[in-house]
């Protein structure tokens, strides 16, 4: 059996509903990607509008003192998967054995609106793929507030998930930059949301096939759930 293939989707949004700077997290695409590198055999960028996605500036500064995260932007085959990102309309789900949505303010943008990302995630989901994400990437709870189920459910109906909280939107100041607050939204969609013990605490929740993560301290841990959740579908 060939290893495992992940891809990573990211988000192409520069400015949140306020113009303020936008983007993917840095951290949160770095710690997953350097927890799963050495144990798959592929990993794939893409975005909704593919190469160079771009980054939230705001997360550069914050983890320049950062080993993995500063690894990540002057990794050479990072840089060439971010400049040949797929388009989402390009890519084949059949390619990969799990999704992972990368987080950020920008994900909550454009992801949750665009029709062929909402697809995308139906076709892992009803695959039997493992669907992830982190943060905003909850965003991939983001990503699927759109997405529903062959039944025509959202994906979060009667299922257990995580993602950015109401307080830390508040405690970030940026509860206008964003169409919805991730927390309501994954209960208003049947889902139940648990959340850290403390804010910005790391919480990750696996719910079979779907593994959401809080916030930035939670992508590493999110990065090991998927690895672990690759070596039981072996």
Not at 83 to 95: M, N, T, W
Not at 121 to 136: D, L
């Amino acid at each position: 059996m060939p290893p495992p293939s992940v891809l990573f989707v990211f988000t192409s949004t520069d400015k949140t509903l306020t113009g303020a700077q936008t983007g993917w997290y840095l951290p949160e695409a770095a710690h997953p990607y350097y927890i799963l590198a050495p144990h798959v055999g592929t990993i794939d960028f893409a975005a909704p509008k593919g190469a160079n996605p771009p980054i939230a500036e705001e997360s550069v500064q914050s983890y320049k003192k950062d080993e993995e995260s500063v690894n990540f932007l002057n990794d050479e085959t990072v840089q060439h998967k971010l400049s040949s990102a797929k388009k989402l309309v390009d890519v084949d789900f059949r390619q990969y054995d799990a999704v992972f949505y990368v987080g950020g303010h920008g994900p909550a943008i454009d992801l949750p609106f665009d029709t062929v990302n909402s697809r995308l995630v139906q076709q892992f989901w009803e695959s039997g793929k493992i669907v992830s994400a982190v943060c905003h990437g909850p965003a991939l709870c983001s990503a699927l507030t759109s997405a529903v189920d062959a039944a025509g459910k959202s994906l979060f109906a009667g299922r257990t998930a995580t993602g950015f909280s109401n307080e830390e939107e508040v405690d970030f100041k940026t509860v206008k930059d964003v169409p919805f607050l991730l927390q309501d939204k994954i209960i208003e969609l049947g889902g139940k949301y648990v959340k850290a013990d403390k804010i910005w605490g790391e919480n990750v929740v696996v719910d079979g096939k779907l593994i959401t993560g809080q916030n930035p301290a939670s992508a590493g841990a999110v990065g090991r759930a998927i690895l672990e959740a690759l070596k039981d579908g072996e």
